[in-house]
């Protein structure tokens, strides 16, 4: 069982940034790859970012692709999402997720979220 809090969000301006934190619990840290959704008032969850369990991989949405950065700390057992120039558009409830590296591929474990708003 793998529990997952998100904290960073808040209120920032059309050009600023955040980093968006996720704390895990457990001892296999490295053995989940973990990522980033969000999900705008109206509209479909999306995938933001992920990063495989040695950070040797990790894949972008397009609209994340050259803003945001994700990264993750396995010594902490916490991954980051750092999201720079941000849009209006990026308004949203980030969540981050995990699932094993081996074995299904549905992501298996929610954080609650954390709220971005980003003013233009």
């Known amino acids: 069982q793998v529990q997952l809090v998100e904290s960073g969000g808040g209120l920032v301006q059309a050009g600023g940034s955040l980093r968006l934190s996720c704390a895990a619990s457990?001892?296999?840290?490295?053995?989940?790859?973990m990522g980033w959704f969000r999900q705008a008032p109206g509209k479909e969850r999306e995938f933001v970012a992920r990063?495989?369990?040695?950070?040797?991989?990790?894949n972008y949405a397009e609209s994340a692709k050259g803003r945001f950065t994700i990264s993750r700390d396995n010594a902490k057992n916490t991954v980051y999402l750092q999201m720079n120039s941000l849009k209006p558009e990026d308004t949203a409830v980030y969540a981050c997720?995990?699932?094993?590296?081996?074995?299904?591929?549905?992501?298996?474990?929610w954080g609650q979220g954390t709220q971005v708003t980003v003013s233009s």
């Open positions: 457990g001892r296999t840290f490295s053995s989940y790859r």
């Open positions: 990063i495989s369990g040695n950070s040797g991989n990790t």
């Open positions: 997720a995990a699932r094993l590296e081996i074995g299904p591929i549905t992501w298996k474990y």
